[in-house]
């Protein structure tokens, strides 16, 4: 079954973000604050405030980041770990596969839980898998790496939820 992305109950919400010039990098947003000063957000999410739904070609548990025209997220594409763009009319504007992805132990996860993080010039992504790498704004992956065949693979009972953060460094 195909999962319904309603990052446009998202883009309801950060609509006025836009506006304002703002943008939300990581799943934490601006600062790692969860939050931001600017906008007015809908009390309620349900279908009075969705602007639209596209579907996913899996079952993607990442927050979706912003910047400027994109709405990225992480999601399974077949057996591949993905990152995905979005207008934001709900049209999809790129995907890239990353590597092979390792299946969610839990009933609700995925490989891609983890968000994915920008600078404003890179896109971040790590997967279950281990894959971690770096794309620019269209699409084209930069570099890539598997965080468990260089370092060993994870031990957790869980799956895996840690989304990249930047650093100054």
């Excluded at 992305?5 to 990098?25: D, F, H, I, K, M």
Aim: hydrophobic content about 35%.
């Amino acid at each position: 079954m195909k999962t319904l992305l309603s990052v446009g109950l998202l883009a309801a919400a950060a609509v006025p973000l836009l506006a304002e010039n703002v943008r939300w990098p990581s799943w934490r947003g601006v600062g790692d604050l969860g939050s931001t000063p600017e906008g007015t957000y809908p009390a309620r999410l349900d279908d009075d405030h969705l602007l639209w739904q596209s579907e996913l070609p899996g079952k993607g548990c990442s927050t979706p980041i912003v910047w400027d025209d994109l709405i990225i997220l992480t999601s399974p594409v077949g057996d591949q770990d993905a990152v995905i763009t979005y207008d934001w009319k709900g049209k999809k504007v790129w995907e890239a596969t990353i590597g092979t992805l390792r299946k969610g132990k839990h009933r609700n996860g995925s490989s891609s839980n983890p968000s994915a993080v920008t600078d404003g010039k890179s896109i971040f992504a790590y997967f279950k898998s281990g894959n971690l790498a770096a794309l620019d704004l269209q699409g084209k992956v930069l570099w890539k790496t598997n965080l468990q065949e260089r370092y060993g693979r994870d031990t957790l009972y869980w799956d895996i939820g840690t989304s990249p953060v930047l650093t100054r460094d």
